[in-house]
């Protein structure tokens, strides 16, 4: 460990503020943009699936109109 | 053989279905070693590596910052590629790959401009200058928005990625400048101590938490850009044969 204490430690020798609000945005970015890929895939499995199902009504109907 | 071998990969990876295969081998890997390499080498930076004898703390910044930047200035550099190839070739993984590249390289354009400005303000009095490196990393990250808001604009996908792809090539040119702007003209921002060739001038006890944080977030990237070009390749093969069994299966 390069501090005494975890005081010392989040204090970061009075540049605390500069460090952790560095890290804390970083994070922030790094993490909206993981979670947005990750949701966008959900996404269109989503979209995609909710198509199969309306084509598949669709020929259901036609088969039963005898069409 | 080498020749070859690239000819293959390159013929291989460039069919949609092949790289959906290949990535979901390899995405359940790469995502949490690409973390843990990130956090392990994040909490050996902040809690472990020595004060730097003039500046204290605060240069703890640096262990987010460098990796930020080259792997924004790295993922710009690939972004150019898949340009080049999608506007002269006109392959559909590189018209993804422009795609799927560009949102995470923009993010970490902008951690990049964000803790250099933090950690300008306790080292130099100031949080922005507008000198030669950071003004070109400023344009990096217009360039990345760009690309990313031509794609959105245009409606049809090819002749989007046509339009990005050329936006892509020329921004390579301002990565160069990023690059040498400390070598070329005075700046405030010091020059590289980390040297691919020859030796580093930073301790080994703040470069090896450097260079793995680096890999962490390196790898970070690349599989934040398999997921986004897996939804992408899903879409755009939506009417094949192979895209509509996985849905109907539920598959991942």
Same mark, same amino acid.
């Given at each position: 460990? &390069?501090?005494? $204490?975890? &005081? !010392?430690?989040?204090?970061?020798?009075?540049?605390?503020?500069?460090?952790? $609000?560095?890290?804390?945005?970083?994070?922030?970015?790094?993490?909206?943009?993981?979670?947005?890929?990750?949701?966008? /895939?959900?996404?269109?499995? /989503?979209?995609?699936?909710?198509? /199969?199902?309306?084509?598949? /009504?669709? $020929?259901?109907? !036609? !088969?039963?109109?005898?069409? | 053989?080498?020749?070859?071998?690239?000819?293959?990969?390159?013929?291989?990876?460039?069919?949609?279905?092949?790289?959906?295969?290949?990535?979901?081998?390899?995405?359940?890997?790469?995502?949490?070693?690409?973390?843990?390499?990130?956090?392990?080498?994040?909490?050996?930076?902040?809690?472990?590596?020595?004060?730097?004898?003039?500046?204290?703390?605060?240069?703890?910044?640096?262990? *987010?910052?460098?990796?930020?930047?080259?792997?924004?200035?790295?993922?710009?550099?690939?972004?150019?590629?898949?340009?080049? #190839?999608?506007?002269?070739?006109?392959?559909?993984?590189?018209?993804?790959?422009?795609?799927?590249?560009?949102?995470?390289?923009?993010?970490?354009?902008?951690?990049?401009? #964000?803790?250099?400005?933090?950690?300008?303000?306790?080292?130099?009095?100031?949080?922005?200058?507008?000198?030669?490196?950071?003004?070109?990393?400023?344009?990096?990250?217009?360039?990345?928005?760009?690309?990313?808001?031509?794609?959105?604009?245009?409606?049809?996908?090819?002749?989007?990625?046509?339009?990005?792809?050329?936006?892509?090539?020329?921004?390579?040119?301002?990565?160069?400048?990023?690059?040498?702007?400390?070598?070329?003209?005075?700046?405030?921002?010091?020059?590289?101590?980390?040297?691919?060739?020859?030796?580093?001038?930073?301790?080994?006890?703040?470069?090896?938490?450097?260079?793995?944080?680096?890999?962490?977030?390196?790898?970070?990237?690349?599989?934040?850009?398999? *997921?986004?070009?897996?939804?992408? #390749?899903?879409?755009?093969?939506?009417?094949?044969?192979?895209?509509?069994?996985?849905?109907?299966?539920?598959?991942?």
């Amino acid at each position: 460990m &390069a501090f005494d $204490s975890f &005081a !010392d430690f989040l204090a970061m020798g009075r540049h605390g503020f500069y460090v952790w $609000s560095a890290y804390g945005i970083s994070a922030l970015l790094i993490i909206a943009s993981m979670v947005l890929a990750v949701r966008g /895939q959900g996404r269109v499995r /989503q979209t995609l699936a909710r198509q /199969q199902r309306r084509e598949q /009504q669709f $020929s259901e109907v !036609d !088969d039963e109109s005898g069409t | 053989m080498v020749w070859k071998t690239l000819k293959r990969w390159y013929h291989q990876l460039g069919s949609p279905r092949y790289f959906y295969t290949f990535s979901s081998t390899v995405l359940p890997w790469l995502t949490p070693i690409a973390l843990l390499t990130l956090v392990t080498g994040l909490v050996w930076g902040l809690a472990f590596a020595p004060a730097d004898y003039q500046q204290g703390n605060s240069y703890r910044i640096i262990f *987010i910052h460098v990796p930020a930047s080259s792997g924004a200035l790295m993922g710009y550099m690939a972004l150019g590629v898949a340009g080049l #190839v999608a506007v002269v070739w006109r392959m559909k993984m590189a018209e993804v790959m422009l795609k799927a590249i560009a949102p995470f390289g923009a993010a970490l354009a902008a951690i990049s401009l #964000v803790t250099g400005a933090l950690w300008g303000k306790p080292t130099w009095g100031t949080y922005w200058q507008w000198d030669a490196r950071m003004t070109s990393m400023l344009i990096l990250l217009f360039m990345y928005v760009g690309v990313i808001a031509l794609q959105n604009v245009i409606r049809d996908p090819r002749q989007a990625a046509r339009a990005a792809g050329l936006l892509a090539m020329v921004g390579v040119i301002n990565v160069v400048i990023v690059k040498y702007s400390v070598e070329w003209v005075q700046t405030l921002h010091q020059g590289s101590t980390l040297k691919m060739f020859g030796e580093s001038t930073i301790d080994p006890a703040m470069k090896y938490p450097l260079l793995i944080s680096m890999l962490g977030l390196w790898l970070l990237y690349a599989a934040n850009v398999l *997921i986004r070009a897996r939804s992408e #390749v899903m879409w755009r093969e939506r009417r094949s044969k192979w895209v509509g069994k996985l849905v109907r299966e539920g598959n991942r």
